[in-house]
């Protein structure tokens, strides 16, 4: 198995982006990784973190798409770049996934262009794991479709089912759709019409659910648009950084707290990386020909090796072959059909 | 001044609502209490509160409006409900606020259609204070609207400021608009329409803006529509629930911790009263007119009290004569005129 890296792509890279490689290499067996971008300053990376195995390579590339970049024309225009590369070696299954942590734009831009759509996805959704008491839930759409139509929030359901089931290892996931309170008869029309589609399908569906249900763990999926999705996932992000500022207040006020801090700190810590995005690694791009993972901008090595060891656990079970299967099922199942 | 307060709205009622409003009395002066609801329960609680005084008194009512009840319905039918008759006597001005933590359908509705909206103003919104790193910052609308005319975003610009100035002193308040994206090509079409009407006003309009810029207090006034900001707000609960959940396990892990804990205590009950909703008190049904607070349904003492007095700030700076006052401002200078 091979894991195409894109070294140049977020705020640490390629610094990063190859130590985490390595430690991945490290931690697991089975798989190589090509590095993509500038091949002496990988190299003097791998010298720095000391990897002389022959499981990593480079394949060097001359350009990089920054964030700042209309994407649609940055994947047009730069054909060496390290996100136009991974995509064409992904296409011609040169490799079996493809991480970045480059710009989201130019990589959803890059999955649908470049790799193109799962036949029968109407729209391909980003769809984190955000922290829950029930272990990790799955937010889909968080960020690729701003609005949607029915078929699309039944597709998010899809994907994010079968994605929280290979990746967890949860078992009938139980789905959500995000909305203004629970009642049925409240919030937006759309969110009625995709209330009956739910409920009318063999996923394990259990109604409407609001903002809270989600970090509380009442669902593992949890169904929305991707504006929806998007400014949940930016506002759990706010509290968490909320809450940190003011326990290392809490932590820090005298010497005693210091002291108390002190002994608290190995469970603490504990605490602090089931809220770490780095431990959860990257979010997939689901609904496109190919596993494809896009790593926060400012993650480190830790979100790197996490997703490669992800990764892997998708292209080993065939991942893209049960989407594309399950999608013609959805469509048997008639909900395909329905006015979108 | 007098305040009038639904004694029988909300989980805790009317055992919580009576305690918070003796409080209230306790706590300053200059203002009376007329609580809306059973009057011997209410002498009761009275009694179980020791308090004896003049300044509270009671208008006995018969009926009670439910979460359960079509809010239309209930507020058509239930004449003698606390909720109906606490808005007549607003509206007749037998007081100068309305609280109650009722049902929130019967309130928006019984607000919309007992007051009825400022002239001027096109859609209420429903504005809470959420804890964030610049003392608090207000979500303008948080369930109103689940669908908004550039217009309604506006307005809602407009009273979030003028709410957050008065109540918690903010000068100049610092507005920004929810978007997936800070960038102004991002986001939905609306999205941008309502962009280029705050860059073209007198606000102090800071850009579009990201969910986690709420809980860091990049903003004093989020707006959105109400559905994004019904569900920022949850998720804002929701993530608390869990943080709270995993330091309750650091803190009784092992006897060690539990030592910890006592030597952080007092500076972390400090910490916890931040996050705590009843410590902001209620929301504001903001563009009716009248003041009108609704309270957590699950609300406790504190939260009344917290209200209470906060509305009498209010009441006393003239709040819904400077809204009606700013909102011909804001039509005078055009922004009113653009099509909706």
Known sequence: MKILVDAMGGDNAPKEIVKGCVEAVKSAEDFEILLLGDKQQIEDLLTTYRYSGNRISIRHTTEVITNNEAPTKAIKEKKDSSIVVGFQMLKEKL???????????ALMTGALFLLGRIRGVNRPALTPVVPSLSGGTVIADAGMNTTCKPINYMQFALMGKTYIEMVLGKNNPRIGLVN??????KGLPIIKQVNTLLKESNF????????????????????CDGFTGNVMLKMMEGSGKYMSNGLKKVFTANIVSKLAYMMLKSNFEVFKKSLDPNEFGGTPILGVNGIVYKCHGSCNFKAIKNTVLNSIELAKKNFIDRIREEIKELEVNNIGDVEI
């Open 95 to 105: 490799g079996d996934v493809f991480i970045s942590a480059g710009s989201t734009g």
């Open 180 to 185: 203004v309170g629970s009642e049925e008869e």
């Open 204 to 223: 394990n569906f259990i109604g409407n659910i609001e903002g809270n249900d989600i970090a509380t763990g009442k669902v593992d999926v949890a169904v």
